[in-house]
Structure formats: structure tokens, C-alpha cells
């Protein structure tokens, strides 16, 4: 969107002489736009994450209200749905699907939409701990996100589709910022007006998704890694630096390899929340020492092997091999063959993998029990259930064990 900004002000942006190769899946412009947003993040990741509630709610009105205008225009300047409702089959090149081969393109769809959503799935807890009380998150979990998804989905869809009917000649415009660029060339000059505040509204909300859900949960999971070394302010400047390194826009250069990187979270991420999901509810039944967790060291149930539990390894690699033909097959169509049953494995790739983590992890801890399954505190040691204890049942405050106070790392964690 910083590309569509830049050139809504100044169209010969779009002009600038490219001086990259033909292989580089961008051109120069893409790329100082590219380092503009990078530019722009830096400082906000030193913020704390308390202080992006009221900017991303802001951010998430304006894309709304930018979303449904350019629905609306779209849709009155076509005045139907588009031909991708009309005629699919004409637009696509193919036959009409029916069958299995429709249903498997439809599980296919649910799979890689879940794939997108695979890492806040595994790291909503990550925004959830700073809710104010237990259960805050529930709503919006159950209710927000869902219809945001639908309604951002089928807002997508119908304005693809009218963009087809109204510009024959461009490509399919599914990427928003190609709808833009795409606007601002075909309709009158004073449209640049328009193109602009809309990219502002999308910009802002990449801006936000980038920042929040990408730097700050990055940060997060390095500063528990190395919470000596790395804070999360430092984390996600990390992360920030990878996000060069790993050439994103290899990613967004083909709509092919951009559904199957959407699907490889799911590959990869299902696993992982298989594990977490049965170890919390069906092993410990939600019963965690809190105490315990802040114990790098031997004398904390979640040590293990020096920090290591073996049997996490083990039930992600299970859950991660039975989709992994399909998903070469996916990114390198022309090298890796493989037959349609591993293809449809793949397609099943998060929910299958998410049971057999789940079920792998509770046959080792059936097998091997881990110490300390079901066993809370004996007190309330952080004041978490303060609101929640009865007056009754006392007024001093219990005193705190004495281990914690031995622990550097617990400290600097506070």
C-alpha cells in the first residue's frame, strides 16, 4: 500500500527505472517502497504492547469503512456480481468441477483459510494475557473474528469479480493494492484522491497486522527463548531484520506460491497447537503451577530435560510427515509428483495434523507421565485468583516460596 500511496501523489513513481533482474519477483520501486514501510515499523516496535489497543481500533474502523466503499463502487459500477458468479468456468479456463473434485477444491479453500489463521491460532494467548479478566477474549474470539474473516472474504470475492466485468483487460485483480493501481489507471485523475485514502486505511491496517502480530509476537517467543539475552523490544527488532532476510516478496510474487505458503503454516503450525491444546485441557485438565513456569531450572515441573520436553518433538515430526508429500508436491508442482491420496492428505494438512499431535502427545504422556500433571499451587503466589477468594478465608497475605526469590531470571521476567 506504500507503493499505491506514493504513486497516487506522484504517478511517475510508477515509472522509475527498474534495476532489478528479471528473477529478483520485484521491480525497484516495489522495493523502496518496501523499505519505507520497514522504515516506518521500526520505531513502533519499541512501543509496549499495551499501547496498540486504541490505534488498532482506529486502524480496523477505517479499513472497514475503506472495505465496504470500494465494495459498494465496485459493485454499482458493475451492477451485478461479475463473471466469476455468471461464468467461472469461462474466466478460469476449466470445466465445471462436481463431484469429489469439488469437494476436495473446497477442502482445499477451508485448509489454506485456516493456514492463514494458523499462527494467531497457536499465539492468541500471546494477547489474551493482557486482557483484565479471565475470559475477556472469549467473545471476540467466538463472534469478531469469525465474521471479520467471512466479511472480508466475501467483500474480496464479489469486488474481484465486478473488478473482471468493469477491466477485461487486467489480470484478476485479487491483491488489493493491483485493484488500486489498477483504478487509478483506468478512471479519471481525480480518482488518485480516492486511491490514496483508501491505501491510508489499508496501510494503516498492515501497519497494525505487521507490527502487533508479527514484530511483538516474534519478540515474544525470542524473549522466551533467551529472556537473559532478548526482551521483547529486542525481539522484534530481530524479527524485523529476518523480515528482510527471508525476501517476502518471493512469497506475494504469484497468487500459486502464495496459497501454498498460506498452507504451509498449516503444515507446520497444526502440530504445534495439537500439542498445546491437549497438554492444557485433556492432560492437565488446566491446572499449571504458576510458580513453575517462571523456574528455569531443575526444580520446576516444566524443566524437564534441560528445558527440553522430548515428547514435543516427537508428536509434532508425527504430525508434520503426513502432509509434508502433498505440500512439496504443492510448491514444486514440476520436480515433486506425488499420487492424489497424499495430495488430499495435504489438503486435510491442519486438522489432521492438530489430532494426531494431540493424540500422539497424550499416548507418550500415557506412557512416560510428565511430573507434575494436575498439580496447581498450593498458594496464590501471583494474586491471580484475588478477585475470585472469599474474604473469608483470610486477610494476611501468604507468604511467597521461597525458591522464587532464588531465581535471577524469574525476577527480571517481572
Same mark, same amino acid.
Given at each position: 500500500?506504500?507503493?499505491?500511496?506514493?504513486?497516487?501523489?506522484?504517478?511517475?513513481?510508477?515509472?522509475?527505472?527498474?534495476?532489478?533482474?528479471?528473477?529478483?519477483?520485484?521491480?525497484?520501486?516495489?522495493?523502496?517502497?518496501?523499505?519505507?514501510?520497514?522504515?516506518?515499523?521500526?520505531?513502533?516496535?519499541?512501543?509496549?504492547?499495551?499501547?496498540?489497543?486504541?490505534?488498532?481500533?482506529?486502524?480496523?474502523?477505517?479499513?472497514?469503512?475503506?472495505?465496504?466503499?470500494?465494495?459498494?463502487?465496485?459493485?454499482?459500477?458493475?451492477?451485478?456480481?461479475?463473471?466469476?458468479?455468471?461464468?467461472?468456468?469461462?474466466?478460469?479456463?476449466?470445466?465445471?468441477?462436481?463431484?469429489?473434485?469439488?469437494?476436495?477444491?473446497?477442502?482445499?479453500?477451508?485448509?489454506?483459510?485456516?493456514?492463514?489463521?494458523?499462527?494467531?491460532?497457536?499465539?492468541? *494467548?500471546?494477547? @489474551?494475557? =493482557? !486482557? /483484565?479478566?479471565? $475470559?475477556?477474549?472469549?467473545?471476540?474470539?467466538?463472534?469478531?473474528?469469525? +465474521?471479520?474473516?467471512?466479511?472480508?472474504?466475501?467483500?474480496?470475492?464479489?469486488?474481484?469479480?465486478?473488478?473482471?466485468?468493469?477491466?477485461?483487460?487486467?489480470?484478476?485483480?485479487?491483491?488489493?493494492?493491483?485493484?488500486?493501481?489498477?483504478?487509478?489507471?483506468?478512471?479519471?485523475?481525480?480518482?488518485?484522491?480516492?486511491?490514496?485514502?483508501?491505501?491510508?486505511?489499508?496501510?494503516?491496517?498492515?501497519?497494525?497486522?505487521?507490527?502487533?502480530?508479527?514484530?511483538?509476537?516474534?519478540?515474544?517467543?525470542?524473549?522466551?527463548?533467551?529472556?537473559?539475552?532478548?526482551?521483547?523490544?529486542?525481539?522484534?527488532?530481530?524479527?524485523?531484520?529476518?523480515?528482510?532476510?527471508?525476501?517476502?516478496?518471493?512469497?506475494?510474487?504469484?497468487?500459486?506460491?502464495?496459497? *501454498?505458503?498460506? @498452507?504451509? =503454516? !498449516? /503444515?507446520?503450525? $497444526?502440530?504445534?497447537?495439537?500439542?498445546?491444546?491437549?497438554?492444557?485441557? +485433556?492432560?492437565?485438565?488446566?491446572?499449571?503451577?504458576?510458580?513453575?513456569?517462571?523456574?528455569?531450572?531443575?526444580?520446576?515441573?516444566?524443566?524437564?530435560?534441560?528445558?527440553?520436553?522430548?515428547?514435543?518433538?516427537?508428536?509434532?515430526?508425527?504430525?508434520?510427515?503426513?502432509?509434508?508429500?502433498?505440500?512439496?508436491?504443492?510448491?514444486?508442482?514440476?520436480?515433486?509428483?506425488?499420487?492424489?491420496?497424499?495430495?488430499?492428505?495435504?489438503?486435510?494438512?491442519?486438522?489432521?495434523?492438530?489430532?494426531?499431535?494431540?493424540?500422539?502427545?497424550?499416548?507418550?504422556?500415557?506412557?512416560?507421565?510428565?511430573?507434575?500433571?494436575?498439580?496447581?499451587?498450593?498458594?496464590?503466589?501471583?494474586?491471580?485468583?484475588?478477585?475470585?477468594?472469599?474474604?473469608?478465608?483470610?486477610?494476611?497475605?501468604?507468604?511467597?516460596?521461597?525458591?522464587? $526469590?532464588?531465581?535471577?531470571?524469574?525476577?527480571?521476567?517481572?
Amino acid at each position: 500500500m506504500t507503493k499505491v500511496m506514493i504513486g497516487a501523489i506522484w504517478p511517475s513513481f510508477y515509472d522509475m527505472p527498474n534495476t532489478f533482474g528479471p528473477n529478483a519477483a520485484m521491480e525497484t520501486n516495489d522495493f523502496v517502497a518496501f523499505i519505507i514501510f520497514w522504515l516506518i515499523c521500526l520505531p513502533l516496535l519499541l512501543l509496549k504492547p499495551e499501547s496498540y489497543r486504541i490505534p488498532a481500533i482506529i486502524s480496523a474502523v477505517l479499513v472497514l469503512i475503506a472495505a465496504l466503499a470500494v465494495f459498494v463502487w465496485a459493485f454499482v459500477k458493475q451492477g451485478n456480481g461479475g463473471p466469476l458468479f455468471s461464468n467461472p468456468e469461462a474466466v478460469y479456463g476449466i470445466g465445471n468441477l462436481q463431484g469429489s473434485q469439488l469437494a476436495w477444491v473446497i477442502v482445499r479453500c477451508i485448509n489454506s483459510g485456516i493456514g492463514g489463521w494458523a499462527g494467531g491460532i497457536l499465539y492468541q *494467548s500471546d494477547f @489474551s494475557r =493482557y !486482557a /483484565v479478566h479471565p $475470559g475477556d477474549q472469549v467473545y471476540g474470539q467466538i463472534f469478531s473474528i469469525p +465474521l471479520c474473516l467471512l466479511g472480508s472474504n466475501i467483500l474480496g470475492i464479489v469486488t474481484t469479480s465486478c473488478a473482471r466485468g468493469f477491466y477485461p483487460n487486467e489480470p484478476l485483480l485479487w491483491k488489493l493494492y493491483d485493484l488500486l493501481q489498477a483504478i487509478q489507471r483506468n478512471e479519471a485523475p481525480v480518482a488518485r484522491a480516492a486511491v490514496f485514502f483508501a491505501a491510508f486505511a489499508f496501510f494503516l491496517s498492515q501497519l497494525s497486522v505487521t507490527v502487533v502480530a508479527c514484530g511483538v509476537v516474534g519478540g515474544m517467543d525470542l524473549a522466551a527463548l533467551c529472556p537473559r539475552y532478548i526482551d521483547i523490544r529486542r525481539g522484534s527488532l530481530i524479527i524485523a531484520v529476518i523480515g528482510i532476510c527471508i525476501n517476502p516478496w518471493k512469497i506475494m510474487n504469484t497468487a500459486n506460491s502464495f496459497i *501454498s505458503a498460506i @498452507s504451509g =503454516y !498449516a /503444515v507446520f503450525l $497444526g502440530p504445534l497447537t495439537g500439542i498445546m491444546f491437549a497438554d492444557y485441557h +485433556l492432560l492437565r485438565h488446566r491446572h499449571i503451577k504458576l510458580s513453575h513456569l517462571f523456574l528455569p531450572q531443575t526444580g520446576s515441573d516444566y524443566w524437564f530435560w534441560h528445558g527440553l520436553n522430548w515428547r514435543a518433538p516427537i508428536a509434532w515430526v508425527l504430525g508434520v510427515w503426513a502432509s509434508l508429500p502433498g505440500f512439496c508436491a504443492s510448491v514444486t508442482p514440476v520436480s515433486v509428483i506425488v499420487s492424489d491420496a497424499w495430495v488430499h492428505v495435504y489438503y486435510l494438512s491442519w486438522p489432521l495434523s492438530v489430532c494426531i499431535s494431540a493424540m500422539v502427545w497424550m499416548i507418550l504422556n500415557t506412557i512416560s507421565p510428565a511430573p507434575g500433571i494436575g498439580e496447581v499451587d498450593d498458594n496464590d503466589v501471583f494474586g491471580t485468583f484475588e478477585e475470585f477468594r472469599d474474604p473469608k478465608d483470610g486477610e494476611a497475605e501468604k507468604e511467597e516460596p521461597d525458591y522464587l $526469590g532464588k531465581s535471577p531470571t524469574y525476577i527480571a521476567s517481572l
